[in-house]
């Protein structure tokens, strides 16, 4: 018998944020910084080392928001386990009670409803709460460690690009040169990400140009303004 197998885009929603928020941050956000001390009439030295700055407290800072915010979603998690577990010590009847009528309400006669609602629990009644009362699932657990760890590669990768950039250009074209890198390299990352998602390629594409574009003309601007000569 031939297995109907599938892969939908809701198993990759948690790693993709991750991976995706992470690189166009370090895209976008060391791009900038880099663009903005290049039109300020700095070295290249001086910009690498910005860059690499920017790079390090990026990775940093995106970790710790990622962990902060998984770990704060994890405890109520699992505070709702804990709940739900004293729940079904104390009020079994009440639980099962809570499952049938669920379960009525997707579209099940009582009977049946009852009979799925006591085969699931004899199979794992902790278990059949969480998902089916609360919506937590094991696949899509949060797990802070793993956040913080994709964040901070991620970004850092991203923020890389416009360093190699800086230092392939020409020290007169410098900060035209990371802008065109990283708007290609946005672009590219807008269009995977979409299409990973299960969305059209060019709409994801033109949304990261547009506001990346805008970014970078800001942070130039700064730079030329506060610029000194050299």
Do not use: C, K
């Not at 001390?37 to 690499?52: H, I, K, M, P, Q």
């Not at 937590?136 to 991203?158: K, N």
Request: proline share 3%.
């Amino acid at each position: 018998m031939r297995r109907h197998h599938e892969r939908h885009v809701g198993e990759r929603v948690g790693w993709l944020r991750a991976a995706v928020l992470g690189a166009n941050d370090g895209i976008l956000s060391t791009a900038g910084l880099v663009i903005g001390v290049a039109s300020a009439d700095a070295t290249r030295g001086s910009v690498l080392v910005a860059g690499v700055a920017g790079l390090v407290a990026g990775a940093l800072s995106m970790a710790t928001g990622e962990y902060v915010s998984v770990s704060s979603q994890s405890d109520a998690e699992n505070a709702e386990r804990d709940l739900e577990r004293h729940e079904l010590a104390t009020d079994a009847h009440g639980e099962r009670e809570e499952l049938v009528n669920i379960y009525v309400g997707r579209g099940l006669d009582r009977p049946l409803a009852e009979q799925v609602a006591d085969q699931l629990t004899a199979h794992d009644a902790l278990g059949t709460h969480l998902r089916d009362e609360l919506g937590l699932t094991e696949q899509q657990r949060a797990r802070p460690l793993q956040a913080a760890s994709a964040s901070a590669l991620a970004f850092s990768v991203g923020a890389a690009l416009p360093l190699v950039a800086v230092l392939l250009s020409a020290p007169a074209h410098m900060a035209l040169t990371v802008a065109l890198a990283s708007l290609v390299s946005l672009a590219v990352l807008g269009a995977i990400a979409a299409r990973t998602g299960g969305a059209p390629m060019l709409p994801g594409a033109l949304r990261v140009l547009a506001w990346s574009t805008l970014a970078m003309v800001a942070t130039a601007a700064i730079g030329h303004l506060f610029g000194v000569d050299t």
